[in-house]
C-alpha cells in the first residue's frame, strides 16, 4: 500500500502548454511538499503546506501553483511551461509539531519533460 | 539560515571495500541530522537520523553515521558495500521539526564495481 502516491510519473509536453500533478498521503501527515530535483539531482524544496495551509513558498516562478483541497493531497500545476521545467518533482510529507522526527516520506517522482 | 555540504559528489569504490560519504553543516541552532538514499528511478527513503542522545547513529542496510558537533559533520559509513549499495547519497538537515523545512546537500553518487 503506498503511502505517498504522485500522478502521472511520465509527463511529455509542448512548450507552453499547461499540465497538473496529482499527490495523495495515506499516512496521516499534516505537512506536504514539493520538491524539485534538476539534472545534476539536486533538490530544492518549492513549496509546503500544513493542514492545507502554505507555509513554505520558496522563489519560484508564479507560473507553478500548488493547491491542498484537504491535508492528504497536494497538487501541482503548471502554466505555460518552459524548457527549464523539465525535472523530476517529488512530492512528500511529514508530520509536524514537537517530539516528532521531522522525517520526509517521498513519493517516487513525476519525471517531466517539455519539448 | 542552515546550510548542508557534501564533501564528495562522486565515490567509485570496490565491492565488499568500506566507504565513507562525508557531510558538513552550518547552523546557528541546534539541527536534526538526516541522510536518505536514492536508488535509480526512485524516490528517497530515510537511511538513518541523529535527533539527540548516542552521537553514532545506525540505520539500515548496515550503514552507520557519526554526529560531531565540534566539526558540525555528519559523515555516514558502511564497512562493506555492496553493489546494490550505488545509489544516490542526501544529507539534509532540519532546524527543528515544527519549521517543516529540510535543506538537502547536492548529493553524493556512490559507486560500486564489481
Known amino acids: 500500500d503506498t503511502a505517498v502516491s504522485q500522478t502521472p510519473k511520465y509527463l511529455v509536453t509542448q512548450m507552453g502548454n499547461d499540465k497538473s500533478i496529482k499527490c495523495e498521503q495515506n499516512?496521516?501527515?499534516?505537512?506536504m511538499y514539493w520538491y524539485k530535483q534538476d539534472s545534476k539531482k539536486f533538490l530544492k524544496i518549492m513549496f509546503s503546506y500544513n493542514n492545507k495551509e502554505l507555509i513554505i513558498n520558496e522563489t519560484v516562478p508564479n507560473r507553478f501553483s500548488p493547491k491542498s483541497p484537504d491535508k492528504a493531497h497536494l497538487n501541482l500545476h503548471i502554466n505555460s511551461l518552459e524548457l527549464g521545467d523539465s525535472a523530476v518533482y517529488f512530492c512528500?510529507?511529514?508530520?509536524?509539531?514537537?517530539?516528532?522526527?521531522?522525517?520526509?516520506?517521498f513519493g517516487e517522482g513525476s519525471r517531466l519533460t517539455v519539448l | 539560515a542552515q546550510s548542508v555540504t557534501q564533501l564528495d559528489s562522486q565515490v567509485p569504490v570496490f565491492e565488499e571495500a568500506p566507504v565513507e560519504l562525508r557531510c558538513n553543516y552550518s547552523s546557528s541552532v541546534s539541527v536534526y541530522l538526516f541522510w536518505y538514499v536514492q536508488y535509480p528511478n526512485q524516490g528517497l527513503q530515510l537511511l538513518l537520523k541523529?535527533?539527540?542522545?548516542?552521537?553514532l547513529v545506525k540505520g539500515i542496510n548496515g550503514f552507520e553515521a557519526e554526529f560531531n558537533k565540534s566539526q558540525t559533520s555528519f559523515h555516514l559509513r558502511k564497512p562493506s558495500v555492496h553493489i546494490s549499495d550505488t545509489a544516490e547519497y542526501f544529507c539534509?538537515?532540519?532546524?527543528?521539526?515544527?519549521?517543516?523545512?529540510?535543506?538537502f546537500g547536492d548529493g553524493t553518487t556512490l559507486t560500486v564495481k564489481p
Open positions: 499516512l496521516g501527515h499534516d505537512t
Open positions: 512528500a510529507s511529514s508530520q509536524r509539531g514537537r517530539a516528532v522526527t521531522g522525517e520526509l516520506f
Open positions: 539534509a538537515v532540519t532546524r527543528d521539526t515544527n519549521a517543516g523545512k529540510s535543506t
Open positions: 541523529y535527533l539527540s542522545g548516542s552521537t
